[in-house]
T-cell receptor, first 114, second 115 residues
Framework: KNQVEQSPQSLIILEGKNCTLQ??????????LRWYKQDTGRGPVSLTIMTFSENTKSNGRYTATLDADTKQSSLHITASQLSDSASYICVVSDRGSTLGRLYFGRGTQLTVWP | EADIYQTPRYLVIGTGKKITLECSQT?????MYWYQQDPGMELHLIHY???????EKGDLSSESTVSRIRTEHFPLTLESARPSHTSQYLC??????????????FGPGTRLTVL
């Protein structure tokens, strides 16, 4: 069964600290993996995308890694800011259909305290 | 920021009412999607469209219906709303370039509450 599991479910950190969010997936055949940021009451916004051959991708203070062999990904946030408080969703796309089916994790709810 | 819009942003209605959630995109994307999301849960695909006059049901069974008469417009309709329909509804669109990097752009969502 194709699944995407994220951990931790929620995380609280102090402003300026770093954190790492985890994503494990069983989706096959694999096409790409995206990390989305979803602010409360808003739609998700893409942060990074990695295909099978890419093992790291950065977007400012966000750095994502991908190990396609173990089917694991992480999102590292450096020097957190209050505006980083949001849900971070791991999304894996398969290439088994024309639609490019997306499998969503439940997200990690990050709260950054001053 | 993506050019995809949803209205209304918030809607509170009584049971039995007919409602239409609007979604429009100005990017000329062929593919459009409707997702349902409950708090703390993953997004579930309820409808999608490959283009004009194309509509398909998604993975999650839904009593809603959709139409795609124009490329930019993908409205979702509930003929008779019930409390079980209370949820957040997210619309998305993507270009069909056939590449592995085709990104889905999401609208801000409609928070529906049925009393």
């Amino acid at each position: 069964k194709n699944q995407v599991e994220q951990s931790p479910q929620s995380l609280i950190i102090l402003e300026g600290k770093n954190c790492t969010l985890q994503c494990n997936y069983t989706v096959s055949p694999f096409s790409n993996l995206r990390w989305y940021k979803q602010d409360t009451g808003r739609g998700p916004v893409s942060l990074t995308i990695m295909t099978f051959s890419e093992n790291t991708k950065s977007n400012g203070r966000y750095t994502a890694t991908l190990d396609a062999d173990t089917k694991q990904s992480s999102l590292h946030i450096t020097a957190s800011q209050l505006s980083d408080s949001a849900s971070y969703i791991c999304v894996v796309s398969d290439r088994g259909s024309t639609l490019g089916r997306l499998y969503f994790g439940r997200g990690t709810q990050l709260t950054v305290w001053p | 920021e993506a050019d995809i819009y949803q209205t209304p942003r918030y809607l509170v209605i009584g049971t039995g009412k007919k409602i239409t959630l609007e979604c429009s995109q100005t990017m000329g994307h062929d593919k459009m999607y409707w997702y349902q999301q409950d708090p703390g849960m993953e997004l579930h695909l309820i409808h999608y469209s490959y283009g004009v006059n194309s509509t398909e049901k998604g993975d999650l069974s839904s009593e809603s219906t959709v139409s795609r008469i124009r490329t930019e417009h993908f409205p979702l309709t509930l003929e008779s709303a019930r409390p079980s329909h209370t949820s957040q509804y997210l619309c998305a669109s993507s270009q069909d370039s056939g590449g592995a990097r085709d990104e889905q752009f999401f609208g801000p969502g409609t928070r529906l509450t049925v009393l």
